[in-house]
């Protein structure tokens, strides 16, 4: 049987007074007690209701600036008691505790307060809320016999309860109620304990998280499975809210959009196009002149792999260039900005997605660490944000690249590290030519991103993200031209592969870094 309890007493105390009018009114002329404490108190007197001040119940004041105001037994008694306990009830009767129903609390808003520039530590310290934790797991704690209300939204909801039960609550909605509360607090400590490991250098002994639902996904890796895209609770706001046309956003595609953002951020060119496909880049172009220039080059590298892909911009796309890419089938364009005549051209492409990401907001925003699901546990890591410059990688070959292959090899190393490992890159100063992704020896990786690279090009670079074991993969690389080599170095043969170099006259340099993606 759903035990019905009725409300009698109410203790509220909240920093945020959404929709709190409405909800005290209907308590106050039903004729519900309402102790109140605080700032609380004094709002609820200013619209008309007269509740009990905390202070007066407990016989006790508000000490050191409010930091103590309902941590008594006279109000934890009274949330806690459990009401069908001879000895409990025998034990408020002797202190003068009365029992309370209803705890409505909202928190300290430490969260927003994190989102305040320049806010110092002491400022944020006074936003780390005491008592109304322990109001909101007390009053969980005893769902039996107490409702604990700890947002706004759920004022509406709590009141049709009492409308539909006489005035009463069930236990299945109480105890609903209670596994927000710990929801709740849980959050609140969490983002506490986030922002005390903020300057920590290394992976935590202990990890605490909390996220909550931002966006409702299409579906998941496949239309079967369900997913959601979830931040970390103190965060306001999202780089996907401005998603400005289109069918439903998945999980596939914010990971894809997730690679190509990343890459273009990377390349730091003036213009730079990054096309993606299940997760890989399979184009990347830059220019120092025009945006169209950059995906004219992006799309050269592999148009076949592009249908059905998602292309991102790293600057505004003006109607021309919408015209432009609308010719091949693209499930998403990412942007800073479309002009109003870009908006127009793709409004025509109803399933086109369309999404407005602020680069310099969100490289402020990104997380510290990845994090993955494995076996029955996770895997966290700090998120690979080293970028090498290459101007002092070790040359270890006879001939040293030139200016133009610098660049070229620049490019493609820095691809490199958004490409499933094993992975090759060849590309020239200004676009890739050939990708060779995921698979699963590095040889293999090198066929695929030679396969079909144009004739006549005087720079060829290759990059790879990880070593070669043996010199067959430069070997194979010499036949279709390739002039310099990237790559971290650190094979038991890199004598024999860095011989092999030197006989095709390939220039090698080594980072010393590895940049698998898997």
């Not at 007066?56 to 000490?63: A, W």
């Not at 710990?182 to 400590?189: C, L, N, V």
């Not at 499975?225 to 289109?246: A, D, P, R, V, W």
């Not at 066929?447 to 670079?461: C, R």
Request: charged share 20%; glycine share 6%.
């Amino acid at each position: 049987m759903d035990q019905l309890r009725k409300v009698k007493r109410a203790l509220i105390s909240v920093s945020d007074k959404t929709g709190l009018d409405d909800l005290v009114r209907y308590l106050s002329e039903s004729n519900v007690e309402i102790l109140a404490s605080g700032g609380t108190y004094q709002h609820l007197k200013s619209i008309g209701v007269n509740p009990i001040d905390v202070s007066s119940y407990t016989q006790s004041p508000e000490l050191f600036d409010g930091r103590v105001k309902t941590l008594h037994p006279k109000i934890h008694g009274g949330i806690l008691a459990v009401r069908d306990n001879d000895t409990h009830v025998q034990q408020m009767q002797e202190h003068g505790i009365l029992e309370i129903d209803l705890v409505v609390v909202s928190l300290y808003p430490f969260e927003e307060a994190l989102q305040k520039p320049g806010i110092s530590e002491e400022e944020l310290i006074e936003k780390i809320d005491i008592g109304g934790p322990s109001l909101i797991r007390s009053a969980a704690k005893n769902y039996r016999y107490v409702s604990v209300l700890v947002q706004p939204e759920q004022y509406k909801t709590f009141i049709n309860e009492l409308k539909e039960n006489s005035f009463q609550t069930s236990l299945s909605f109480r105890r609903q109620l209670a596994k927000e509360a710990f929801s709740r607090t849980a959050a609140f400590d969490a983002t506490i304990s986030t922002y005390f490991r903020k300057n920590e250098s290394i992976i935590p002994p202990s990890f605490t998280m909390s996220l909550r639902k931002m966006i409702s996904l299409r579906y998941g890796e496949n239309p079967h499975q369900q997913s959601g895209y979830y931040m970390e609770t103190h965060k306001q706001h999202t780089c996907l809210e401005n998603i400005l046309q289109g069918k439903q956003i998945s999980y596939n595609n914010i990971q894809d959009i997730h690679a190509g953002v990343s890459l273009c951020m990377d390349m730091n060119a003036p213009f730079c196009t990054v096309i993606i496909k299940h997760g890989n880049p399979c184009g990347v172009g830059i220019s120092s002149s025009s945006l169209e220039e950059s995906y004219k080059r992006a799309l050269e590298c592999d148009p076949v792999s592009a249908f059905g892909g998602i292309v991102v911009f790293s600057a505004p796309v003006n109607g021309t260039l919408a015209q432009i890419t609308t010719k091949l089938f693209t499930e998403i364009v990412v942007s800073p900005q479309f002009s109003p005549e870009a908006r127009t051209v793709y409004s025509k492409k109803t399933n086109l997605r369309l999404v407005e990401i602020e680069y310099d907001t969100l490289k402020n925003s990104l997380t510290r660490y990845d994090i993955r699901r494995a076996l029955d546990g996770y895997l966290v890591q700090d998120v690979d944000r080293s970028t090498e410059n290459l101007a002092e990688a070790k040359i270890v070959t006879t001939r040293s690249p030139s200016s133009e292959e610098f660049e070229a090899l620049s490019l493609a190393w820095k691809t490199s590290k958004h490409v499933k490992s094993n992975a090759i890159i060849v590309s020239n100063s200004f676009q890739t030519l050939g990708i060779g992704a995921g698979q699963m020896n590095r040889l293999a990786s090198v066929k695929l991103a030679t396969q079909a690279l144009p004739q006549g090009q005087s720079v060829l670079a290759l990059a790879s993200d990880a070593f070669f074991p043996f010199r067959d993969g430069v070997d194979e690389a010499a036949k279709y031209g390739v002039t310099c080599i990237v790559q971290p170095g650190g094979s038991v043969k890199d004598n024999e592969v860095i011989d092999a170099a030197n006989a095709h006259q390939i220039a090698m340099i080594f980072t010393g870094v590895r940049h698998f993606n898997h």
